[in-house]
């Protein structure tokens, strides 16, 4: 079948996005689901710093690549031996396919599934299957397993998570990155206990998540770090008690000026400076969560004495530690009970010839989520 599509063909191209069209918008073909595989009909597909890190070359992927991870979508025709979903079922995608049987899955870590991670390197399904073609019949590869920002896609059934119908797609897709690894990282990774204190630097979907995570599982003092006003404003909104703009006084500084440090620190800008922040902002027995993706060749330092006689903690978070197909549920019912304003996470709505220029708003921080929406 034909389908348009974003298609990243070269990473590092210069910016502003709007000018230089990183991705190439373009009718391609894509082949019908293989055994244990589905085609879905796009509903949202979320852009992501993830999808700008491939963008810029800090995250370097396989190139060309049909992009996006953060999704939900229609289910329209399942392949031989899908038993779990049928047409018409609403699904969000997992950006790590979870192939239930290696040893990470198996002890309840499939967020460093080991074949799923093979293929996302590979740029292919867990199969090893590519299904994309260009026109000149050049095979594109599959970003995460997902490949979001195309009209139809084809993935593993094992990146799918059946949702309820009555959740707007729209806000279904936060819940494939934003949400599950920002909420991910306070349940599931650091385990924040109610009445500690938390700080989050970055305030991008993640880090908003994040915030809004700490709060519903009871953080009393929140501190929110960012450069830009805009988002200390929202990160208020969605339950920080206290906003920080780094470009205009230390945070760590702050942080300690109002009490000494916090319980848990979250870091998830991707930038290793900052991330020496987050560890210094942190009480004697603290613990550091890291969610960002730096640029592989950047390294992080620490008083090496401090992790013993200060017994503090260093955590990296990957897709927020999750179980999706234990975690999405109770998020949505959390979002559904009021405890999680997921519905401030989206900037806006964008049609998927707008991608390159909304790419360039996300790299600047005009917008925190913005979602690519498809007719269904």
Known sequence: MKTKAAVLYDMQQPTPYAESNPLVVEEVTLSEPGLGEVLVEMAGAGLCHSDLSVIDGSRPRIMPMVMGHEASGIVREVGQGVHDLKPDDHVIF????LCGHCIPCATGRPALCEPGAQANLAGTLLSGQRHFQNQSELELNHHLGVSAFSEYTVVAQESLIKIDSQLPLSTAALFG???MTGVGAVVNTAKVEPGSSVAVFGLGG????????????GAETIFAIDLLPDKLELAQKVGATHSINAREEDPVTKIKDIQNGVDYSFESVGNEQVL???????????TTITIGLPHPNKMFSVP???LVAEERTIKGSYMGSAVPRRDLPRFIAMYQAGLLPVDLLLSRTIQLDEINE?????ATGAAVRQVVTFEN
């Open 304 to 306: 090496a004495v401090s």
């Open 358 to 362: 909304a790419f360039d708003d996300l």
């Open 276 to 286: 020496q922040q987050a560890y210094a902002a942190t009480k004697r027995g603290g």
């Open 177 to 179: 990155c934003a949400v």
């Open 206 to 217: 993640v880090g908003l998540s994040t915030v809004m995570g700490a709060r519903a599982a």
């Open 94 to 97: 997992s950006f790590v396919p």
